[in-house]
């Protein structure tokens, strides 16, 4: 009988979560955080630590952030698993339950310039892995495995791109042992009944990316007609409209204000048949002279200030019981009707007294 581990692992990859991260997205969002990084662990669950841009990224810039230490697993069932650069002999790689792959843990305290060319880059973080041979681990390098919680305990900023369809499972986690952390999710998880409590609560926010995305795929992943390509190299690529970087560290966006310069009307801004909000279709058209609770799409937390408005409990402004007690701080679906015709899903929001 197949185990509980070899269930979730069959299960993750029929959910194809293979989707690999670009440097140049990880530089750029990670640039509005480096003060946080200071004599800091940092942690990346990872399919193959020498395949991951994120352990590439940490490697590159281990001296200018000041890590004190950078640890990173590795999968068993990734298909990149040591495609890169195989660490052990072939007598040390045995046989395990799902792969035949061994995976391994890396991790780095000191990341110095090993070829003596004057500078401190990849090549010299290659050399490091070599010299000093990851340790084995006994388990598969789930996130959510004894050994990896270990190191999860140690971290103190985790930073990797979770699977989609474990994200929920992966941010309780994060929350269980509080921890800081920067990590890629699809934008609809605002919705989700165990995120969005944490973004009302401030425990939780976007950080400056969302929207468009490109990762690389495995060369198993079948070709789609819309946002699917191959490079000339024959690399496999897949992208999405509406990725997320999620993170409960500060940065300077979530705190501008967003600049209000429509006029409230009635007829323009309307009321939902079931909630004591009128409805606006756009975060730029948040009118400036209304202080009411409005419903605004879930987008808006791209631009939201915690200091300029601040999020309602939906259940608070039902107009009858059948909403009031429902679990969700949330209007979606046909609750978010005006005149019977639903909306998409909906944030309660209301601008702050400054």
């Known amino acids: 009988m197949a185990n509980k581990n070899e269930n979730l692992s069959a299960a993750k990859n029929a959910k194809k979560d293979e989707f690999y991260t670009q440097l140049v997205d990880i530089e750029n969002e990670l640039r509005h955080y480096k003060e946080h990084f200071k004599d800091k662990i940092v942690f990346c669950n990872c399919d193959d630590p020498y395949e991951s841009n994120f352990v590439k990224y940490f490697a590159m810039n281990f001296n200018a952030l000041g890590l004190k230490k950078l640890i990173a697993t590795c999968y068993t069932t990734s298909p990149v698993m040591y495609t890169q650069l195989t660490f052990f ?3 040390e790689v045995i046989s395990v339950a799902y792969s035949g792959k061994k995976p391994y843990v890396i991790e780095i305290s000191e990341v110095t310039d090993e070829n003596g060319d ?3 880059d990849l090549t010299d973080f290659e050399l490091i892995l070599k010299k000093n041979k990851p340790k084995i681990l006994k388990g598969d390098g789930d996130f959510r495995s004894a050994e990896c ?11 990797t791109n979770p699977p989609f369809s474990l994200f929920r499972e992966y941010v309780a986690q994060l929350m269980e042992y509080d921890k800081k952390f920067i990590i890629i999710g699809n934008q609809n998880a605002i919705t989700y ?6 973004i009302k609560e401030n425990r939780l926010w976007l950080g400056f990316k969302c929207g468009d995305m490109a ?8 070709a789609r007609e819309t946002r699917f390509w191959v490079d000339e190299s ?3 690529w897949r992208s999405f409209g509406n990725i997320c ?4 560290l500060d940065h300077s966006k979530r705190h501008e204000d967003l600049i209000l310069y429509k006029s409230y009307s009635e007829e323009e801004y309307p009321s939902y048949d079931n909630y004591n909000a009128i409805n606006v279709n756009k975060t730029a058209e948040i009118p400036y002279n209304y202080d009411g609770a409005m419903g605004v799409p879930i987008t808006f937390l791209d631009k939201y200030n915690p200091e300029q408005f601040e999020i309602l409990d939906a259940r608070e402004y039902a107009l009858f019981d059948k909403q009031k007690n429902k679990n969700t701080y949330l209007i979606k679906d046909a609750d ?5 015709k639903p909306k998409y899903a909906r944030i309660l929001i209301r601008k702050k007294e400054k």
């Open 89 to 91: 002999g072939e007598e």
């Open 118 to 120: 004057g500078a401190v």
């Open 149 to 159: 919680v270990e190191y999860l305990k140690e971290a103190d900023i985790v930073v």
């Open 193 to 198: 009944k165990e995120v969005f409590p944490l």
């Open 215 to 222: 990762f690389t795929v495995p060369e198993s992943y079948e």
């Open 234 to 236: 024959g690399q496999k």
């Open 245 to 248: 970087w999620y993170t409960n």
């Open 336 to 340: 978010s009707a005006i005149n019977g």
